[in-house]
């Protein structure tokens, strides 16, 4: 098993930053890949961002890509997502996961809420 925790999340104005951090325990070597989802109400769960423990090759979703950053510290065993010039569009509960390739995410987070005001 490979326990996720996020944190970091809140209220923040349109415009504005937040860093999401979610930090993995247990059978880490089951951590190939991690990545970031979102769902909000009323809407499916969305891709944002992924990225691998190895080497760092990252992926974003169109929505994010050029606001958002993904990144790791694996002395840390830890996954951050930096989210810049937020919209009230990406309020959302913000789940970590991660698994042994992008089609297994097997471990997911309890999530974090982000919500981002007009």
């Known amino acids: 098993q490979v326990q996720l925790v996020e944190s970091g999340g809140g209220l923040v104005q349109a415009g504005g930053s937040l860093r999401l951090s979610c930090a993995a325990s247990?059978?880490?070597?089951?951590?190939?890949?991690v990545g970031w989802f979102r769902q909000s109400p009323g809407k499916g769960r969305e891709f944002v961002a992924r990225?691998?423990?190895?080497?760092?090759?990252?992926y974003y979703a169109d929505s994010v890509k050029a606001r958002f950053t993904i990144s790791r510290d694996n002395a840390k065993n830890t996954v951050y997502l930096q989210m810049n010039s937020l919209k009230p569009e990406d309020t959302a509960v913000y789940y970590c996961?991660?698994?042994?390739?992008?089609?297994?995410?097997?471990?997911w987070g309890q999530g974090t809420q982000v919500t981002v005001s007009s």
């Open positions: 996961a991660t698994g042994p390739s992008i089609l297994s995410y097997n471990y």
């Open positions: 247990g059978r880490t070597f089951n951590s190939y890949v």
């Open positions: 990225i691998f423990w190895a080497g760092g090759s990252t």
